[in-house]
């Protein structure tokens, strides 16, 4: 197959196009502020119109569409609104690809911020209402994405994973990074609301299993991909007992969120199971 992977030069991306390159050509969309087409990698700016015109007069043949392509969350523009608009503008000139060159699938990376940041289980079905927390915007970005490209994508099979954190990738804001640091550094982890938060979590090798899996699979629709769910504090636990020794703590703070968001993935297991995984 030829596949189009935006933002393949991200953590997931490269794991992602070092996965599939012995099986399937890929063309790699990369971000950068001059456009160019070489031996199948196409540098551009997905927020500027030029270069969608460029990228649509090279008439690619594409079979599979994976958009990883994101305008990121961060501690400095968690409350910007144009990390909503730019992730919107994302969305709106990716319609303008696949509606131009027709893939038979899409596999869109959605996110479980689209959720509240409130204790309960959430299924697919789960109501959408992004709460007050870092991923806000982000996550309403990322609801927003996947009705426009199931509205405006008309004839395509889509796939919208909603996933969960990447565990031990290499952002430095991320809870796994942030933990590792410290506990590098002052061989001490430090966790906030007393480590009752619980967050869903996928290892990085995993999530490029399953992306293999809607890859090779006719499969459409909203799938949680989620490994695992764990406590705060049982985070922390696991990173001492990996890297940490005898004189490594863990020291609590009773402020910040304590939220035990369960990330519910029967769905994609009995996907999984139906297609003999």
């Known amino acids: 197959m030829n596949i189009l ?10 794991h992602l196009v070092k996965e599939i390159k012995n099986r399937h050509k890929s063309y790699q ?5 001059r456009y160019s087409f070489h031996n199948n990698k196409i540098t551009a700016n997905l927020l500027n119109i030029n270069h969608i015109k ?10 599979v569409v994976i958009h990883l392509a994101a305008k990121m969350c961060t501690t400095n523009n968690n409350k910007d609104f144009s ?7 994302i969305y709106e000139n990716l319609v303008l690809i696949i509606n131009q060159i ?4 899409v596999i869109n990376f959605s996110s479980t911020a689209v959720y509240p940041n ?42 919208h994973l909603r996933v969960s954190q990447v565990a031990e990738n290499n952002r430095s804001d991320r809870v796994f990074e942030v933990m590792k640091k410290e506990l590098f550094e002052n061989n001490k982890i430090t966790v906030y609301g007393n480590g009752n938060r619980i967050s869903g979590f996928i290892g990085i090798n995993t999530l490029i299993k399953k992306i293999n ?7 459409k629709g909203i799938y949680n991909t ?5 406590s705060y504090k049982d985070l922390a636990s696991n990173l001492i007992s990996k890297y940490g020794d005898q004189k490594s703590s863990i020291s609590y703070i009773d402020s910040g969120v304590s939220s035990k968001v369960i990330i519910n993935n029967e769905k994609l297991k009995k996907a999984e199971q139906k297609h003999g995984l």
């Open 102 to 105: 027709r893939p038979k699938k």
């Open 83 to 89: 990390l909503l608009n730019e992730n919107i503008k």
């Open 54 to 63: 460029f990228l649509l007069k090279e008439e690619l043949k594409i079979d």
């Open 118 to 159: 409130m204790d309960g289980e959430y299924l697919e079905s789960s109501e959408i209402r992004p709460s007050i927390n870092n991923d806000c915007l982000y996550g309403l970005a990322k609801f927003c994405g996947e009705n426009i490209l199931d509205s405006l994508c008309e004839g395509i099979d889509i796939a």
């Open 29 to 33: 969309l990369i971000n950068g502020s």
């Open 226 to 230: 989620s490994e695992y769910n764990l």
């Open 213 to 219: 899996f809607f890859l090779e699979n006719d499969i």
């Open 5 to 14: 992977v935006t933002g393949s030069n991200g953590f997931i991306g490269q």
